[in-house]
């Protein structure tokens, strides 16, 4: 009789791959990777955002401000049409990029935009002399920058620098502050209602600064303000620099 070939039956492994040793180390390799990848990716971003901002409308003293941080001088200057850059080293040794952004309301926009993203913190920079005469423009182009997509996520810290106050006619640095809450708070109204005049179904999207049903106040904000006054006068030995305030936020950034 013929005998009947001999059938070789293999086990099919029906374990778990979560159960295979193999499986388990792969894994554990990609999700290290991507762990390492997401610190880097970070880690990097946090390390090119080193620029401080010096923004505001124009003849606020920005450049100036700029020139005396960067150079420890007092030069003339005049209004700026493109950016200023500068390395600053702080009192605790750290290098910071200081940025002097243009004012005038052709350009500001489109400066800022150039480099907000690499924002490490903003200065605000105001003519206390003529705060009350330009309240509404300063307080419009503040606003624009708070609701600024970028500036909401990386929630810079933000200074607004009372200048010029070596002159006479200069306002203290609290009352401009309560100046632009009451402005702001009026313009965070007209830009409501002139979204929802032109097309009501985006006026949910927009942002609203501070708090829904409160006036508007700077410590609404998820950032972190503070206000300071300063001046540049280096030629009136009665009236000295005042630029510490100033050099030290920067250092505690």
Partial sequence: METEPEVIKETINTEPMLQDPLYITLLSVVVLLFTLLFWWFFSTRRHLRRSVLLTGLSDAGKTSLFVRLTYSEFRQTFTSMKENIEDFVTSNNKTLRIVDLPGQERLRNKFFDQYKHSAKAIVYVVDSVTIQK????????????????????????????????????????????????????????????????????????????????????????????????????????????????????????
């Fill in 134 to 253: 330009e309240i509404r423009d300063v307080a419009e182009y503040l606003y624009t920058i708070l609701v600024d997509p970028v500036i909401l996520s990386n929630c810079p810290p933000l200074l607004i620098l009372c200048n010029k106050q070596d002159l006479p006619m200069a306002k203290g640095g609290q009352l401009i502050k309560s100046l632009l809450e009451k402005e702001i708070n009026l313009v965070r109204v007209t830009k409501s209602s002139q979204l929802e005049s032109v097309d009501p179904s985006q006026s949910k999207n927009v942002t609203y600064l501070g708090k829904l049903g409160k006036d508007f106040e700077f410590s609404q904000l998820g950032c972190k303000v503070e206000v300071l006054e300063s001046s540049i006068n280096t030629v009136d030995d009665d009236n000295p620099t005042e630029m510490e305030g100033l050099q030290d936020w920067i250092s505690k950034l």
